[in-house]
C-alpha cells in the first residue's frame, strides 16, 4: 500500500529548515556519523522510516558532499514485495539516485538454516548492504534505525533477560566490511518522521507485516509498549535511559581493560598462558643483619635470620621453598638481599661447579616476568648464598664440621607455589644429609 500526504504535492528537494533537520545534524555530528566526501548506501525498504531517512539525507547531499547510493533488497515474503522494489527503483530514477534492486528468498533461507524469518531476513540485509558498499566503494551504509527502534530493542532484549550489555541496544554506528553502518534517525522518534512526509508530501510504503504480532517486536511495538505507558507515562524514556547508561557502562569498562591491558605482562608462561598487571623491577637493595630481619618491600617479602647451635638442628634437613640452613661462618654478621642481574652466578649445592641464575630460573620454569621480584640474599664479599625458593650455594651448606647454623626464612614469597617447581632443577637443600 501507497501512502502520501493531503494537498498539493511539495518537491523533495526544497527543504525549508526545520526542526527534523536540525535534529539528525546534531546526531550525525555527535556520533560522527558522516564525513564530507562520504559515498553512502542509503538502505531503502520503502516505508516511511527508510524514505524520510534518503530524502533527509538527500537534503544535506550538498552540505556533505555525499554521493548517494539507494540500496534495495526484496525478502520475497509478501505477495506486495514486488511492488516495493517497484517503488524503491521509481523513487531513485525521479531522484536521480543510482540504486541497486536484488532479491532473496528469505523463507528458504530460513528453514536451511535453522533460523527465524527476523534473524534469517537481517543476515541476508546485512550482507546484501556490504556487497553493495563494496561494489560502489562506499564508506558508510545509512539505515533508517529511529528512537523507536531504540526503545523497541531495550524492551525486547530486556524483556528476553539478556546480559545487561545487551541492554545498550543498537549502536550509533559499526563496523560492516570496510564501511560503517550508521544510524542519523537514531535519536528521531518515528512519529516526527510521519509528520515530515505528510508536510512534504512524499509517498511511501505500507508493509502490512508490521501489524502481524506473532513477530516479538511487533507484539511489543503494539500491545506491550502502548500497555506500559498507560500505567507510567515515562516508561519510554527510562527504557531509553536503561540503554543509555548500559551503553556508558560497557563502553567505560572496555576502556578501563584496554587501560589495564595496555600496562600488563602478555608473555607465554611454560604451561600457561597469562595476562597480569606491570609491576616494575625490583631494584632497591635490603640489608639484613644476623641476627635479625627486614622487610623487603620490593619483593612483597619478609626475610629474617635465626643463628642457631648446630646440635639443634636435625641430620636430616627439610629445605623447602621459604627456608634454608646455611653455615654461620659463611654467613658472616650481614647479609644483603637484591634482585636478579643478567650474568649472575652461584655455585649451587652438590652441582660441582657455577651455574647462571638465569639457567636456574628457566630449569624452575619460572616466567620472564616474575624473576626480577625474586631476591638473592649474598654474603658481604657479594656472593650469592641463596636464589630465595630456588638454590643454595655449595659453599654455604652445612656440614659436620659446622658450630653454628643460620636459619634463613622468607615469608609472603610471591609465587612460591609457582616456584617450587625449581625444587625439580636438583640444586636445592632438600633432605639431604650434612656433608663431612
Known amino acids: 500500500m501507497t501512502r502520501t500526504g493531503e494537498g498539493r504535492r511539495a518537491s523533495p528537494f526544497l527543504f525549508a529548515m526545520s526542526d527534523l533537520h536540525e535534529k539528525v545534524r546534531h546526531t550525525i555530528k555527535k556520533f560522527d556519523l558522516l564525513r564530507a566526501g562520504d559515498t553512502v548506501v542509503v538502505a531503502v525498504s520503502g516505508g516511511a522510516d527508510s524514505v524520510a531517512l534518503l530524502h533527509l539525507l538527500r537534503g544535506l547531499q550538498d552540505e556533505y558532499a555525499l554521493a548517494l547510493h539507494i540500496a534495495h533488497l526484496n525478502h520475497r515474503l509478501r505477495p506486495e514485495a514486488g511492488a516495493d522494489a517497484e517503488f524503491v527503483r521509481q523513487m531513485a530514477v525521479n531522484l536521480g539516485i543510482p540504486v541497486t534492486v536484488e532479491e532473496v528468498d528469505v523463507a528458504a533461507r530460513a528453514a536451511q538454516e535453522k533460523r527465524s524469518l527476523e534473524d534469517a531476513g537481517r543476515q541476508a540485509r546485512y550482507e546484501f548492504f556490504a556487497r553493495v558498499a563494496a561494489s560502489v566503494r562506499a564508506s558508510r551504509v545509512a539505515t533508517a534505525h529511529t528512537q523507536d527502534d531504540q526503545v523497541e530493542t531495550v524492551a525486547m532484549r530486556f524483556l528476553r533477560g539478556v546480559a545487561w550489555e545487551m541492554l545498550a541496544g543498537i549502536p550509533a554506528s559499526r563496523r560492516l566490511g570496510a564501511a560503517n553502518v550508521v544510524r542519523p534517525l537514531l535519536e528521531t522518534p518515528r512519529a516526527e518522521l510521519l509528520g515530515y512526509l505528510r508536510r512534504q508530501e512524499i509517498a511511501w510504503r505500507d508493509d502490512v507485516t508490521n501489524r502481524d504480532q506473532r513477530f516479538l517486536r511487533n507484539w511489543v511495538r503494539l500491545t506491550w509498549l502502548p500497555a506500559l505507558e498507560a500505567r507510567h507515562p515515562q516508561s519510554r524514556s527510562l527504557l531509553l535511559e536503561m540503554g543509555t547508561l548500559a551503553r556508558d557502562a560497557d563502553r567505560l569498562l572496555a576502556e578501563t581493560a584496554a587501560a589495564v591491558l595496555a600496562q600488563a605482562h602478555r608473555r607465554r608462561g611454560y604451561q600457561t598462558v ?116 630456588a638454590a643454595i650455594a655449595d659453599a654455604a651448606k652445612v656440614t659436620t664440621a659446622s658450630t653454628q647454623v643460620v636459619w634463613l626464612r622468607a615469608k609472603g614469597l610471591p609465587e612460591a607455589g609457582r616456584i617450587d617447581g625449581a625444587m625439580a632443577a636438583g640444586v636445592h637443600q632438600d633432605s639431604r644429609r650434612f656433608q663431612s
Open 274 to 389: 597469562e595476562v597480569s598487571v606491570h609491576e616494575p623491577a625490583a631494584e632497591r637493595a635490603y640489608v639484613l643483619p644476623v641476627p635479625g630481619a627486614v622487610d623487603a618491600g620490593d619483593f612483597g617479602v619478609t626475610i629474617s635470620a635465626e643463628v642457631v647451635d648446630r646440635a639443634s638442628v636435625p641430620p636430616m634437613v627439610r629445605g623447602g621453598v621459604e627456608e634454608v640452613y646455611l653455615d654461620a661462618s659463611v654467613v658472616g654478621s650481614k647479609l644483603a638481599i637484591r634482585s636478579w642481574r643478567p650474568g649472575d652466578k652461584i655455585a649451587p649445592l652438590g652441582l660441582g661447579g657455577t651455574k647462571k641464575v638465569h639457567d636456574i630460573f628457566v630449569d624452575g620454569k619460572i616466567p620472564r616476568w616474575e624473576r626480577s621480584r625474586i631476591p638473592l640474599v649474598t654474603g658481604g664479599d657479594g656472593r650469592i648464598l641463596w636464589v630465595v625458593g
